[in-house]
C-alpha cells in the first residue's frame, strides 16, 4: 500500500511531518497549505489547527489565524495554550476586551500561566461589561475632569496662568463637593501608554494648594507632589470609565499628538460624552498674535472638536459666539450647543484667611508704602504691554518721574514680546518706573491687587479678562480697553478706554492716578454694585451643565459625501475647516501614528477607517497609499457596517523605496458607514540605529474618497490628484 490516501491525496501522518518541517524553516506559507492538507484528513486535530494559526500569523494573515485558534479551541475546549493564542490574535487585532477574556480563560484552565497572567493585568481595565452601553436610569454621571495638560505644565511651572487657574480651582471644588447626582474624579492622557490614568483626589487638591502658596519650582514639597502626579500615570492602571461618563476639558489639548485619536477610542468602547471649555477663539481670530504652530495646530484642534463634541462651555458670551460661528462653518448640519460659564471668581474669598498680607521684598516688585499700579498678564503682543510702555513714557515725560506710581507687571515674557521687552530694555526712564516680575503666588498677588492704586489691562483680544475680575474682588477699580469679552468682565464698574487709542489711555491714566476723589468714586461703585462668585459656584455650573446635557441623546456622527476627496494629513493654515477634522475623525481605533504633512502611518496589526454615511449601496473606494521600503503581507478591504467583511486583498507594493499607489475597491454600503481594514502583519521596521529601536510601520494613507461606480468625473479628479502635481484647492 503506497502513501496515499483513496482520493489520492497526500497520507495525513506525511503532510503532518512535511508541515513540521517547513514551519521549522520559517517557510510560513507552505507550512500553511500542508497543515491544511493534514487537517483535511484528520479534522480533529487541534495541535495542528494551532500550528496552522501560528503559520498564518506570521504570514500576516491574523485574522485567518484567529479563525483556526477557534476552530483549535472548539475541538479542545479545556486547551489552555488555545485559549491564549486566541487572546494574542485579538490583541494584534485591538480588540481588548475579547483578548482579555480569552487570557481570563487561559488563566482559569492554567492559573500558573505566567503569559496569560502578564496579558490578562495588561488589559484588566477591560474586565467590566462597559462597552458601548449608555448611562442606566438612575445611575450616577461620571464626570472626568480631563488634566493632561497640567500635568505637563506644573513639570516647570509652579504658578499658574489664567488657564491653569481656572483649571485647578474648578476641577478641585468638583472633587471636594460635587451636586447631587454626579461622580467626580480627574484623569490625564499618558502619551508613554497611550491610555488614560486617575490621579487620586488628594494627590490633586495636594497639587492644588501648592500651587496657590508658593513660587517655587525646585521647594521640596511641589517636587515631591509633581513626582507622585509622574509615577501614578507611569505605573499606575488605565482608568475604567463608567458607561456614558462625560470627559471635560477643562485645559488646552490641541498641541497633544493624536488627543482625539484616544477621545473616540474612549467614546466608542464606553460611550463617553466629550465636552470642552472654549476660553477663546484667538489663533483663528487673531492669528497675527500667535506662533504659527499655535495657529495651525488649534485649527485642527477646533475643526476636530467641533465635528467630534457632545457640546461645549466658554467663559463668555464673546468666546461662546466665536465658537458657534466658526463650529458652522465646519458642521453646518449641526448647531454646537455651548453653554456659557462665566469667570466671574472672587479671588479674595476664595483665598480667605491664606492671602498674604504683603509680598516677599523684591527688587521687581514693590517696596512697602509705594503707590503702584498692577497689571496680570503673560508679556505678548496680544496684550499690548508695548502701548503701556508708551503710555508710562508719556505719563514720565509730562510729569516728571517722581510724580508718576510704578507700574507693576505680573507675567513672564511670552509670544512675540520682543517690542515691548526692548523698548523697556533701551529706557532707563521705563526700567525705574515699569517693574516685571514672575514666579509671585496667589497669596502674595492678592496682597498686591489689593493696595495697588487701580489695575490697567489692555489687549486686543481676550475670552474673558480673570485680571479685571480679581481687581475688582479687592475693590480695586480696573482701567480696561473696550473690547471683546473685557467688557463683559468689567462690567459697568470698569473705566474703559478706546482700543489703541494711546492718547485716551493715557488721559484716563491722569484721572486716576492724580485725581483721588474721583478714584474713591469708582472704588465706592466697585463695593456697592460688584457682585461676584465663588469657584465653588461656578465648579457648580459646570457640574449642573454638563450634567444636563448628558441626558440627552447624542449628536448623530458627521457624515461623509460621495465624491469628495477627503485628505488624510496634516494640511496646516490657521483656519478651521471640515477637511480638517474628517481627516482626523476617519481614523478609528488606535492602530494609527498621528498624521504628518504627506499622511499618516498605520501601525502593525490592524488599522481601520471608519466613513460614516447617509447613502447606500453600490460605492467604489478610492484609497490613496503608500507602502514603506520592503513591506510584505499588506493586505486589504471594505464593507459596509451592516454587512459581513469579505476576503483581505492582497497588496503587492514596490519592494524599493517608499511606493504611492491607490488602491481601487468595490463595495456595497450598509449600516450608515463604510469600514476600510489594513493588516500591515507584523509591520516594516524603520529609523533603526544603535541606540533606537526605531518603530514598525505599516500601510501608509494619503487620502480618501467614495464615489458611485459610474460617477466617471469622481474618479478621475481623484486618480489625476494622485498621479499629478494639480495646481489649486486639493
Known amino acids: 500500500m503506497d502513501d496515499r490516501g483513496q482520493d489520492g491525496g497526500m497520507m495525513a501522518g506525511e503532510a503532518l511531518r512535511q508541515a513540521d518541517s517547513l514551519r521549522d524553516q520559517r517557510m510560513w506559507d507552505a507550512a500553511a497549505l500542508a497543515y491544511r492538507a493534514h487537517l483535511l484528513q484528520r479534522p480533529d486535530d487541534w495541535r495542528a489547527r494551532i500550528q496552522l494559526g501560528h503559520c498564518l500569523k506570521e504570514s500576516g494573515d491574523v485574522a485567518a489565524a484567529l479563525l483556526a485558534y477557534r476552530e483549535a479551541v472548539t475541538a479542545a475546549p479545556n486547551n489552555a495554550d488555545a485559549h491564549l493564542q486566541i487572546g494574542h490574535a485579538l490583541k494584534m487585532l485591538g480588540e481588548g476586551e475579547g483578548a482579555w477574556r480569552a487570557y481570563a480563560r487561559a488563566l482559569e484552565l492554567d492559573p500558573d500561566s505566567g503569559e496569560a497572567a502578564r496579558n490578562a493585568q495588561g488589559l484588566a481595565h477591560l474586565a467590566g461589561p462597559l462597552s458601548r452601553k449608555p448611562r442606566a436610569p438612575g445611575q450616577l454621571v461620571q464626570m472626568v475632569f480631563d488634566s493632561s495638560d497640567l500635568v505637563a505644565y506644573v513639570a516647570h511651572n509652579r504658578t499658574p496662568t489664567g488657564i491653569q487657574r481656572v483649571q485647578l480651582n474648578v476641577t478641585a471644588r468638583a472633587l471636594l463637593d460635587p451636586i447631587e447626582g454626579v461622580a467626580t474624579t480627574t484623569v490625564a492622557f499618558d502619551e508613554g501608554s497611550g491610555f488614560w490614568r486617575e490621579i487620586g483626589r488628594d494627590l490633586f487638591l495636594r497639587l492644588w494648594r501648592l500651587s496657590r502658596t508658593g513660587g517655587e519650582v525646585d521647594a521640596p514639597a511641589w517636587q515631591e507632589v509633581v513626582a507622585e502626579v509622574r509615577e501614578t500615570l507611569r505605573d499606575g492602571p488605565d482608568f475604567v470609565f463608567a458607561p456614558g461618563a462625560s470627559l471635560v476639558n477643562l485645559g488646552t489639548s490641541w498641541w497633544i499628538r493624536d488627543y482625539f485619536l484616544r477621545v473616540r477610542h474612549v467614546m466608542r468602547q464606553y460611550g463617553v460624552r466629550y465636552v470642552p471649555l472654549v476660553y477663546d477663539c484667538i489663533p483663528l481670530m487673531v492669528p497675527e498674535h500667535c506662533q504659527a504652530l499655535l495657529a495651525d495646530e488649534f485649527s485642527q484642534w477646533f475643526s476636530s472638536m467641533a465635528a467630534l463634541s457632545d457640546s461645549a462651555l466658554a467663559i463668555s458670551e464673546w468666546s461662546a459666539g466665536d465658537a458657534r460661528r466658526i463650529a458652522a462653518t465646519v458642521v453646518?448640519?449641526?448647531?454646537?450647543?455651548?453653554?456659557?460659564?462665566?469667570?466671574?471668581?472672587?479671588?479674595?474669598?476664595?483665598?480667605?484667611?491664606?492671602?498674604?498680607?504683603?509680598?516677599?521684598?523684591?527688587?521687581?516688585?514693590?517696596?512697602?508704602?509705594?503707590?503702584?499700579?498692577?497689571?496680570?498678564?503673560?508679556i505678548e503682543s496680544r496684550k499690548n504691554h508695548l502701548m503701556l510702555f508708551h503710555a508710562w513714557l508719556a505719563l514720565i515725560r509730562k510729569h516728571g518721574a517722581e510724580r508718576v506710581p510704578r507700574l507693576v507687571c505680573i507675567g513672564k515674557a511670552g509670544w512675540l514680546a520682543d517690542a515691548a521687552m526692548t523698548l523697556w530694555r533701551n529706557s532707563e526712564a521705563l526700567q525705574e518706573r515699569v517693574s516685571i516680575a514672575h514666579g509671585v503666588p496667589d497669596v502674595a498677588l492678592a496682597a498686591l491687587y489689593a493696595q495697588a492704586l487701580f489695575t490697567v489691562t489692555n489687549s486686543f483680544y481676550e475670552g474673558w479678562g480673570l485680571p479685571v475680575t480679581e481687581s475688582l474682588s479687592f475693590g480695586r477699580v480696573p482701567l480696561v480697553a473696550r473690547n471683546t469679552s473685557l467688557t463683559e468682565a468689567g462690567g459697568d464698574a470698569a473705566v474703559y478706554f478706546e482700543s489703541e487709542n494711546l492718547?485716551?489711555?493715557?488721559?484716563?491714566?491722569?484721572?486716576?492716578?492724580?485725581?483721588?476723589?474721583e478714584r474713591g468714586r469708582r472704588e465706592a461703585f466697585v463695593r456697592e454694585t460688584v457682585k461676584l462668585r465663588s469657584w465653588g459656584d461656578i465648579a457648580d455650573q459646570v457640574m449642573r451643565e454638563v450634567a444636563a446635557r448628558s441626558a440627552t441623546p447624542a449628536e448623530p456622527p458627521v457624515l461623509f459625501s460621495p465624491a469628495v476627496i477627503y485628505p488624510l494629513r496634516l494640511m496646516g493654515g490657521g483656519e478651521a475647516d471640515r477637511r480638517k477634522a474628517l481627516a482626523d475623525l476617519m481614523r478609528d481605533g488606535l492602530a494609527w501614528y498621528p498624521m504628518e504633512g504627506w499622511g499618516c502611518w498605520t501601525r502593525a496589526g490592524l488599522a481601520r477607517l471608519r466613513l460614516p454615511m447617509a447613502e447606500e449601496g453600490p460605492m467604489r473606494l478610492h484609497l490613496g497609499c503608500v507602502a514603506p521600503a520592503g513591506a510584505k503581507g499588506l493586505r486589504l478591504r471594505a464593507f459596509g457596517a451592516a454587512s459581513a467583511p469579505g476576503a483581505f486583498a492582497p497588496i503587492i507594493a514596490d519592494p524599493g523605496s517608499n511606493s504611492r499607489f491607490t488602491c481601487v475597491l468595490d463595495i456595497e454600503v450598509s449600516g450608515g458607514a463604510v469600514i476600510v481594514e489594513i493588516d500591515s502583519g507584523q509591520g516594516t521596521a524603520v529609523e533603526v540605529s544603535e541606540h533606537n529601536p526605531g518603530r514598525r510601520i505599516g500601510l501608509g494613507v494619503t487620502s480618501v474618497m467614495l464615489c458611485r461606480p459610474d460617477d466617471l468625473e469622481a474618479r478621475l479628479d481623484f486618480l489625476e490628484r494622485q498621479t499629478y502635481r494639480v495646481l489649486g484647492p486639493v
Open 332 to 378: 453646518p448640519e449641526r448647531a454646537l450647543p455651548v453653554s456659557v460659564v462665566r469667570l466671574d471668581a472672587d479671588l479674595r474669598q476664595e483665598l480667605g484667611a491664606a492671602a498674604a498680607d504683603g509680598w516677599p521684598a523684591r527688587a521687581d516688585l514693590p517696596e512697602p508704602q509705594e503707590e503702584f499700579i498692577l497689571c496680570v498678564g503673560t
Open 503 to 517: 492718547p485716551d489711555l493715557v488721559a484716563k491714566l491722569e484721572t486716576l492716578i492724580f485725581d483721588a476723589e
